[in-house]
């Protein structure tokens, strides 16, 4: 069984759903409400075992009541958590998010920036158990350090880029495959193309480079190009870039080529879009 680390953030997602979204300084009721556990490591990590994989995500948990919530559902999806903060105690990361009726969301959340307080210490045995490890940025001492155990250890490093985070830079040098949003901007990059040579001048062996609907972006020691995303009836965006970051994570393992793994889990984040919320697709 392919198995992998997701390290980075974990949050509460409140997610209401919305004919329109708020107009200032008014009220709004929800046709619908659910929370779920969130945050880009945490869906990955979700995803990858739906698919078949043994997942573990190291994150920043805590003590806090709130907590309950993503303990429980890690265990009911079987991902098995190592906690980087066990004796923090403060409220942890909440998302609050509002989809409306065309499937579009606004989304107000508090990061990883608010942890100040995590071990980066590398669980070898963990480790070396692992074909995969995600890094989403968050936390990144620890998305450091584990990376670079995980480049001596023989474990392919991926990234998800959801944006240029402060010492992404110091990151680069361990990551074997980096796939980023049109959000994720180097310094002095403002367009793709340039993004693929900044990427690739740090060592980056493999990129791509998604923008929701619109084709993905690649490029490799192999060759560049495009694929096109699967168009489907979209009725919810919300995680469909974790999910695919934890299909990308699975599918690494299966032997397919660069561009083959990059085309299964465009198809799986794709079809997540035509349900509610980030689990509802795997019922389907």
């Not at 190291?58 to 004796?87: C, F, M, W």
């Not at 995969?132 to 450091?144: F, S």
């Not at 001596?152 to 985070?165: F, N, R, T, Y």
Request: hydrophobic residues 40%; contains cysteine.
């Amino acid at each position: 069984m392919i198995s992998g680390i997701f390290l980075g953030l974990s949050t509460i997602d409140l997610i209401y759903e919305v004919d329109e979204f708020p107009l200032t300084d008014s009220k709004l009721t929800a046709r619908s409400q659910a929370a779920y556990a969130g945050g880009p490591a945490t869906n990955a990590a979700i995803t990858f075992r739906h698919l078949g994989g043994n997942a573990a995500l190291v994150t920043s948990i805590g003590q806090h009541p709130l907590t309950a919530l993503l303990r429980d559902e890690l265990n009911t999806y079987g991902v098995k958590a190592l906690d980087l903060s066990p004796d923090r105690s403060d409220v942890p990361a909440i998302s609050a998010v509002a989809v409306n009726s065309k499937g579009q969301r606004n989304v107000i959340s508090a990061n990883a920036s608010l942890i100040s307080e995590y071990s980066d210490r590398v669980d070898l045995d963990l480790l070396n158990s692992a074909s995969v490890l995600l890094v989403d940025g968050h936390l990144m001492k620890a998305c450091i350090a584990w990376a670079r155990a995980a480049r001596e250890h023989g474990v392919a490093v991926v990234l998800d880029g959801g944006s240029w985070k402060p010492g992404t830079e110091l990151l680069l040098p361990y990551v074997d495959t980096a796939i980023c949003s049109s959000d994720f901007l180097p310094p002095s990059c403002s367009r793709p193309e340039q993004v693929v040579e900044f990427l690739s001048r740090h060592g980056v062996n493999k990129i791509a480079i998604t923008a929701g609907s619109n084709p993905i972006r690649f490029a490799s020691e192999q060759g560049s190009g495009s694929l096109a995303v699967p168009d489907v009836p979209t009725v919810d965006t919300m995680g469909a870039g974790d999910i695919f970051h934890g299909a990308y994570s699975y599918f690494l393992g299966t032997g397919l080529s660069f561009p083959d793994t990059l085309a299964r889990a465009a198809i799986i984040a794709s079809n997540s879009c035509q349900f509610r919320g980030t689990r509802a697709w795997m019922n389907h």
